[in-house]
T-cell receptor, first 112, second 115 residues
Framework: DVKVTQSSRYLVKRTGEKVFLECVQD?????MFWYRQDPGLGLRLIYF???????EKGDIPEGYSVSREKKERFSLILESASTNQTSMYLC???????????FGPGTRLTVL | GENVEQHPSTLSVQEGDSAVIKCTYS??????FPWYKQELGKRPQLIID?????GEKKDQRIAVTLNKTAKHFSLHITETQPEDSAVYFC??????????????FGKGTLLTVNP
């Protein structure tokens, strides 16, 4: 059974703090993704990675960076958190081809 | 890049009725179309998907149709039940490898099934 886990379910940070969100998958998937989910806006792709150390910007990369040093782990970094980054963050992973994309449980981040 | 439009944004039906959610996509290279269901407070989960070489696929009360010429696909739920209440997302993806395995999602449809 595929498992995608995220380091925190809930996180509260202060404006200007550096924030790390961690995601780990246990199915040897090449592709990993970070989305943010806001009401009425659906799932918006922030960054994705299709291989170790490889990354590509998604639709809303501004204010975020990512790191993928190992195949199973994909980190999202908020260099200087701002209140407009308060959101639900979802990690996902997928192999190539016609295969299912699996989501993590999400991290609800609040920036005060 | 790909753009996926989803309608309606909200849908309310009576238990036992059918529900239809429609999506259009823009990139003719897309050939994989999954649908995800997200219950309140939970992660999105795949409920059905369709590949471009198939026009229709069914799984019990759920069916998906695809019209590649018109670039639209639809989710059909028959005999709806209260547990079908959730947000449903459609998505589209090309299948050409490397950095192209990203899904583009629609904005979601909140389905409410009234008992």
């Amino acid at each position: 059974d595929v498992k995608v886990t995220q380091s925190s379910r809930y996180l509260v940070k202060r404006t200007g703090e550096k924030v790390f969100l961690e995601c780990v998958q246990d199915m040897d998937h090449e592709n990993m993704f970070w989305y943010r989910q806001d009401p009425g806006l659906g799932l918006r792709l922030i960054y994705f990675s299709y291989d170790v150390k490889m990354k590509e910007k998604g639709d809303i990369p501004e204010g975020y960076s990512v790191s993928r040093e190992k195949k199973e782990r994909f980190s999202l970094i908020l260099e200087s958190a701002s209140t407009n980054q308060t959101s639900m963050y979802l990690c996902a992973s997928r192999t190539g081809g016609w295969n299912t994309q699996y989501f993590g449980p999400g991290t609800r981040l609040t920036v005060l | 890049g790909e753009n996926v439009e989803q309608h309606p944004s909200t849908l309310s039906v009576q238990e036992g009725d059918s529900a239809v959610i429609k999506c259009t996509y823009s990139d003719s290279a897309s050939n994989y179309f999954p649908w995800y269901k997200q219950e309140l407070g939970k992660r999105p989960q795949l409920i059905i998907d369709i590949r471009s070489n198939v026009g229709e696929k069914k799984d019990q009360r759920i069916a998906v149709t695809l019209n590649k010429t018109a670039k639209h696909f639809s989710l059909h739920i028959t005999e709806t039940q209260p547990e079908d209440s959730a947000v449903y997302f459609c998505a589209a993806s090309p299948n050409s490898g490397g950095s192209n395995y990203k899904l583009t999602f629609g904005k979601g449809t909140l389905l409410t099934v009234n008992p």
